[in-house]
């Protein structure tokens, strides 16, 4: 398949090269990590819908509306619509805590607010939450590329891997950033185009609308699939994540100034609902054909989108396939950039981006190693990582709302959650039919309000000071 | 008040759970209408 060989060498080239001019005065972990405070909003905006948007949405998304219908658009805008209302309410705060105290990672405000030690401790639970995640991703394109011929799985494996390193080496988040934008917007672009493809290939002498109705159970909720306890437990996690997933809530430290958060916000929105409706509706689509019988019948939900690049032009389906590249790629890259900026400060205390930079290496070798061996645990793995993450969600809110509790509660809030997420999915138990991850919220928050009230701050100025400026 | 907002949201979310019964696209209409009337309330009244 050399025509996917060549498109991939241009994007490799065109990525290196943006990377290499956004090397330019990177010497801080100021700037390493947050590029300076000084990205513009549709920048921003961009690098925030690169980095939460990844393989999953034009596979695992597809795949899912193909098989359950339009529950997964729900899911989905829920998502959305839960992101905007955090965000809206939060991400000035968080901004203006960030540049007034000077915080670089998620964990900098945790470690002011509740002490060192509870920082140390979430960076190691998130990076135990996410490193799985990551090599998912990697493991979901490599498995594409190969059953498409591009290269083989190992290579596939590599050659990611050499890229999120190399760009997040040279650039820090701004070239992570950067990258992320031009591909965010050729994801977006290749959406729009498997959209229409498939239309023009199987709706051309019929309507969709007219046809739609064949998909019965599919088109409403609940059904078989979505019932409510199901859309409770993938709903929960994921409405709160623009709080609990340090990658993202990194990035609201990034803005130059209050209207570039303002427009991050809101172009993020709507890049979102666009990019959720092409996908769903490009899964509905597929799935419409398959009951009039111009599509085969997939069993596989994620085989969807790899059996579509197999009827379209070849010139299209290399696009698409680099977009999903792409979409993992901003992904992974990110979340490396932000676990390694957790891990050098938070957990090491250091302040030099050359350690950054070592652990960044390091992290993706890890990846790679863990994604070339493909262990079965990793796939529960990454998709508890969501739920475990939600340990966090009372610490965050406690910045903000809570004057009481420190180092004891902290730790205690995390240890509780973590566990209760890890038990629970390990026995795939639902006690009194709760799902997982929102009896993790319960335990968490449970163990926050009980501890709290007992353990005053050790340093109660700096609550004052984030209750003021909240 | 910010309570208040996060549940109508939540609630007019879980409509099509109840009150959408129809075997066409209007809970997927349903659903793509309300996400894009919040995030256009997010851009004009909240800043």
Known sequence: ?470 | MKALEGLIVVLAMLIPFIAIKSYDMATYTYWTLISATYLCYIAVARW
Request: hydrophobic content about 55%.
């Open chain 1, 1 to 470: 398949m050399n025509e996917f060989l060549y498109a991939f060498a241009a994007y490799a080239v065109i990525g290196t090269a943006i990377a290499v001019m956004a090397m330019k005065g990177v010497r801080t972990q100021e700037e390493y990590y947050i590029a300076g405070r000084k990205v513009s909003g549709l920048v921003s905006a961009l690098t925030y819908a690169a980095t939460t948007y990844s393989a999953f949405m034009m596979v695992g998304l597809v795949g899912l509306t193909y098989a359950s219908g339009v529950g997964a658009l729900g899911f989905e805008l829920f998502y959305l619509v839960g992101t905007l209302f955090l965000l809206s309410y939060y991400a000035p705060r968080v901004w203006e805590i960030a540049r007034e105290k000077g915080c670089i990672t998620p964990g900098d405000m945790i470690a002011m607010r509740y002490g060192r030690e509870v920082s140390m401790v979430m960076s190691i639970i998130v990076s135990v939450a996410l490193i799985p995640y990551i090599s998912v991703q990697l493991i979901g394109v490599s498995l594409i590329l190969e059953k498409t011929s591009a290269m083989s799985f190992e290579v596939g494996i590599a050659i990611s891997a050499i890229l999120i390193a190399l760009w997040a080496l040279l650039g820090g988040l701004r070239g992570v950033a950067w990258t992320d934008a031009v591909q965010g917007v050729f994801m977006l672009f290749m959406a729009i185009a498997a959209v229409f493809w498939v239309y023009s290939y199987g709706f051309s002498d019929t309507s969709f609308f007219d046809e739609v109705p064949k998909l019965g159970d599919l088109l409403v909720v609940p059904n078989k699939i979505w019932t409510p306890v199901r859309f409770i437990a993938l709903v929960v996690p994921w409405f709160f994540f623009a709080l609990t997933n340090p990658q993202v809530f990194q990035r609201l430290y990034i803005p130059k100034d209050r209207g570039s958060l303002r427009r991050m916000v809101i172009l993020f929105g709507f890049f979102g609902l666009v990019y959720t409706i092409l996908v769903t509706f490009l899964g509905l689509e597929l799935r419409v054909l398959t009951e009039t019988g111009r599509f085969p019948v997939v069993s596989d939900r994620d085989a969807v989108t790899p059996t579509l690049l197999r009827l379209i032009p070849p010139w299209l389906a290399v696009a698409i396939s680099i977009s999903i590249f792409a979409a993992a790629i901003t992904t992974a890259n990110s979340i490396v950039l932000t676990l390694s900026s957790m891990l050098t400060r938070d957990l090491f205390g250091s302040e030099r981006v050359a350690i950054g930079r070592v652990l960044l290496l390091i992290l993706t070798v890890a990846i790679s190693i863990f994604a070339l061996q493909r262990p079965n645990y990793i796939v529960e793995l990454a998709v508890l990582s969501s739920t475990i993450l939600l340990c966090q969600l009372p610490l965050i809110l406690g910045v903000f709302h809570f004057s009481r509790g420190g180092k004891v509660t902290g730790i205690a809030t995390l240890t509780a959650g973590f566990t209760t997420a890890i038990v629970l999915s390990y026995t795939s138990a639902s006690p009194l039919g709760i799902p997982a991850s929102v009896w993790t919220l319960m335990v968490s928050f449970a163990v926050f309000f009980a501890l709290s009230a007992f353990e005053k701050q050790q340093e109660r100025s700096h609550s004052e000071d984030f209750q003021a400026l909240g």
